[in-house]
């Protein structure tokens, strides 16, 4: 079996690098943020390090990579406290990947990618419609991670939109069944395939 250790990884070539530990912490969430600065101006981009931080309140996080450059989500997010969080489907990776490119400030992602802005409840960022399950949430928290200059964001969620037929009796969301797809490293998504679900585990 291949060991690569510290000495190796010193010697890796960056973008060799990059998608090696981008791929081998395992699948991640496939999630459009979707924000609009104080004037309505939208952006959407797609996210993978979404994680669930807790429940009660419902919580969740987001890395966001170093702001050495214009980064217009949290700009948006900091400027206005609100963001949508839009799970993505296999009808739509290609458009969702797309976003992921450095368009200008003045170009909304949701028109350059061909997405339709959703305005739900009086909330002032936009959900991506074509989403199946599409959360709002209210910025929280931000740490900055010092080891790399990265950023947690916590947001909380207030508001949460799928067919109540993805809800099963124990409250658990039917992801698989709703099409929501994962995410390998930065360029590969896919489909999910349920094995078994468990009950709570005793010793
Ligand atoms: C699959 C995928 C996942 C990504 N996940 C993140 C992420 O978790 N955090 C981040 O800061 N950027 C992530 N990016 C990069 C952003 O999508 C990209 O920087 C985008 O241009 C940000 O747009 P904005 O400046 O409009 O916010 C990801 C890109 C791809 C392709």
Do not use: W
Not at 24 to 30: L, N, P, V
Not at 70 to 96: D, G, M
Not at 122 to 132: A, L, Q
């Amino acid at each position: 079996m291949l060991h690569i250790n510290s000495e190796s990884i010193e010697k890796m070539e960056s973008r060799y690098q990059a998608n090696l530990f981008n791929t081998i912490s395992g699948f991640k969430s496939a999630n459009l943020i979707g924000t609009a600065d104080k004037n309505g101006k939208t952006n959407l981009a797609i996210f993978n390090s979404v994680i669930h931080i807790g429940a009660k309140p419902p919580y969740l996080g987001f890395i966001l990579r170093p702001t050495t450059v214009e980064r217009h989500t949290y700009e948006n997010i900091k400027e206005t406290n609100y963001y949508t969080l839009n799970h993505v489907h296999e009808s739509f990776i290609a458009q969702a990947h797309q976003t992921s490119a450095k368009y200008d400030r003045e170009v909304s992602e949701f028109k350059a990618c061909g997405f339709e802005e959703e305005y739900l409840d009086n909330f002032h960022p936009p959900y991506v419609k074509e989403s199946k399950i599409k959360l709002g949430l209210q910025f929280e928290e931000e740490h900055l991670i010092k080891a790399n200059d990265t950023i947690l964001i916590i947001g909380k969620i207030l508001h949460a939109y799928l067919d109540e037929k993805l809800i099963s009796k124990d409250g658990s969301v039917d992801i698989s069944e709703a099409g929501t797809v994962t995410i390998s490293g930065l360029y590969e998504y896919l489909k999910t395939t349920k094995l078994k679900k468990f009950k709570y585990a005793k010793p």
